[in-house]
């Protein structure tokens, strides 16, 4: 069974530009969740997705968001990058609804210059 | 304000050499309290659920236990290949999923 996939793994963009990022659930899983994890502050909820829809979204300004299509592949969006946008982003799929047993992708590290 | 604390940030072991990793949360309403091992480079592998206080759960060397007010990780007579990072989770009634910055573990052959 294939794990959760992101792409890219790495990337890097200057001040101002916007990105995409990509993840594919686990086959069957239709909940998606994102996560942003630095150094200083560890693991940050972003926003969880089922079925297409934005369950739940953490405190993060309106230049990060995200969508899910309905194959239950994820993507999302930061807009107008800060150099404190550099960070890890996690996708974590799950098999149903607060099952609470996350399955993480490897991440998409980004670096801001 | 909903908070998860990890203690210690880092902790060397020699093989053998048995100790406790612990999660102190304070948060409205526990729905449920997660255990994640981090290898460096990777994402989050899932390890244990808890529910309630006096819940208990074990997997080879490792065993969570959860209060009210704090979990704590167990591990028996650890590996070198039990290195890695070990992240507490807390969901709240609201549905809200905060994660600890972690327990930074080494273990020395």
């Known amino acids: 069974k294939a794990g959760v996939t992101q792409t890219p793994r790495y990337l890097i963009k200057t001040r101002g530009q916007q990105v995409t990022l990509s993840c594919s659930p686990i086959s069957g899983h239709r909940s998606v969740s994102w996560y942003q994890q630095t150094p200083g502050q560890g693991l940050q909820f972003l926003f969880e997705y089922f079925s297409e829809t934005q369950r739940n979204k953490g405190n993060f300004p309106g230049r990060f968001s995200g969508r899910q299509f309905s194959n239950s592949r994820s993507e999302m969006n930061v807009s107008t990058l800060e150099l404190g946008d550099s960070a890890l982003y996690l996708c974590?799929?799950?098999?149903?609804?607060?099952?609470?047993?996350?399955?993480f992708g490897e991440g998409s590290r980004l670096t801001v210059l | 304000e909903d908070q998860v604390t990890q203690s210690p940030e880092a902790l060397r072991l020699q093989e053998g050499e048995s100790s406790s990793l612990n999660c102190s949360y304070t948060?409205?309403?526990?729905?449920?309290l997660f255990w994640y091992r981090q290898d460096p480079g990777k994402g989050p592998e899932f390890l244990f659920t808890?529910?309630?206080a006096g819940e208990e759960k074990e997997k080879e060397r490792l065993k969570a236990t959860l209060t009210k007010k704090e979990s704590f990780l167990h591990i028996t007579a650890p590996k070198p290949e039990d290195s890695a990072t070990y992240l507490c989770?807390?969901?709240?009634?609201?549905?809200?999923?905060?994660f600890g910055t972690g327990t930074r573990l080494t273990v020395i052959p």
């Open positions: 989770a807390v969901e709240t009634g609201a549905n809200n999923l905060f």
């Open positions: 974590a799929s799950e098999s149903g609804v607060d099952t609470g047993e996350l399955f």
């Open positions: 948060v409205s309403g526990l729905r449920g």
């Open positions: 808890l529910y309630s």
